[in-house]
């Protein structure tokens, strides 16, 4: 069985930072691209950052320049450095993977993580 474990998240005031840790666990061959999305109350899930298997990224409008995407590929982890932090940036967090159990990918997702910016 797969699972992919959040950590990181809390309290913080604007201005301030807080970095993320996703860990994919279990039985699989390889972990392929990984992702944050966060989901507000009242709105969609939106997509944060990704980053492929060999470390291309793409963020956000509004991650872009203030959060930064990393990922550990001999852990199967992936990071999300969140700086500047605002409360628009209030919500759950979660991380997404594709992982590879035998053919093919298979889309996963984390149990999520709040993140709460104090004005």
């Known amino acids: 069985q797969v699972q992919l474990v959040e950590s990181g998240g809390g309290l913080v005031q604007a201005g301030e930072s807080l970095r993320l840790s996703c860990v994919a666990s279990g039985s699989f061959f390889r972990v392929h691209g990984m992702a944050w999305y966060r989901q507000a109350p009242g709105k969609q899930r939106e997509l944060v950052a990704g980053i492929s298997s060999v470390g291309v990224t793409n963020y956000a409008d509004s991650a872009r320049g203030r959060f930064t995407i990393s990922r550990d590929n001999t852990k199967n982890t992936v990071f999300l450095q969140m700086n500047r932090l605002r409360p628009e940036d209030t919500a759950v967090y979660y991380c997404?993977?594709?992982?590879?159990?035998?053919?093919?990918?298979?889309?996963?997702w984390g149990q999520g993580t709040q993140v709460t910016v104090s004005p």
């Open positions: 997404n993977a594709v992982i590879q159990r035998d053919r093919g990918g298979e889309n996963y």
